[in-house]
């Protein structure tokens, strides 16, 4: 039964709350809190792999894990060759551009000839300013991007955004969206053929309509 | 007095501890604990930003801080302009290359032909192996790089060890040391010839040997 026993990364963080109600729904005995535990070995067989969203793609890709759950914006930002075989439809975000409300970029202002843009999303945000044939200096962060705007470290941020929280407690407006993300299926496209059967087997249980 | 005043990028998580004491030891009002906090104005006007380590040198490089705190690790990484003027001492950890004790790579075990290896630590690592003309395949990760050996994912990893517990418990060893790590003091460039009273002042009472 090895053979069919699957392997499924999954990412803490903000994701992990639905996607582990989503696979328990499907069968199979997810945890409700991670803790420090980076792996669990469920009561029937299958292997979870506690992981950074980030880094899901990477483990689906070279096949330490045979599928996995992940947003579309680290899809966005990967260049790792996994299959999405499934829209999940939870963990709804949009990527937007966004600034303070004093500088009413939101309303129509001119943006500075020289745009200075902070992100965690490089990508996403190349291709946003390349496709409006915007000069834009991109500066890359790995946290707290709503302070750059407030610091004068950019003029604007491409940020996700669940609940606008976080916008709104810093004076930040979306000036425009970007994209809209939700929880993806993802699998490694070998594994999907030498596992067929328990792949489309997962995939057909997480995907069902609840009755 | 503006003039004077100085705005600091402390990293937040394992850093800030130390860096908080020493800056309180230097007669900055530095809170013990920051919470959600991004930003703090002290009793004396200076500005605290607390920041993703890998953050800080973005902040200081634009001038959104004028000086700041940051692991010698987090500058290895970077492109960022920032110059170094005191290595603080605190914070030391080393960046190893480390395997599953049971591959025995750290008692000489050939290395495989084709090595994968997993890190937080891309350019670190690439420099380290292309001095050693080893072809390697080098996997970006963003967190639990321990577990990538575990699992398949990679051969070896690089990453940062300080007290070496998280090898430990995942049955993992060093093959070999790459560098060693402290917190540093950096400052912004053209800063600290405008400020050069204020931030001399500082960097003298950082770097005095406690009485």
Redesign the interface.
Known sequence: MTDKAL?IALPKGALYRDAAARLRAAGIDVPEHVGRK??VRTADGTTL????P??VP??VE????DCGIVGKDTLWETDRNVAELADLGFGYCRLVLAGRRIDRYHEGAPLPTFL?V?TKFTRSAETFFAERDLPVEL??????V???P????ADLIVDLVATGTTLREHDLVVVEEIAESTARFVVNPVRFRAKYDALTALLERLTAVPA
Not at 139 to 144: M, R
Request: net charge neutral; charged share 15%.
């Open positions: 392997t980076l792996t792999l506690f992981l950074r980030s880094d990477a483990y070279f096949g330490s894990a200075r902070a500066i890359p962060l790995h946290g707290s709503e302070l750059s407030l610091v004068g470290l």
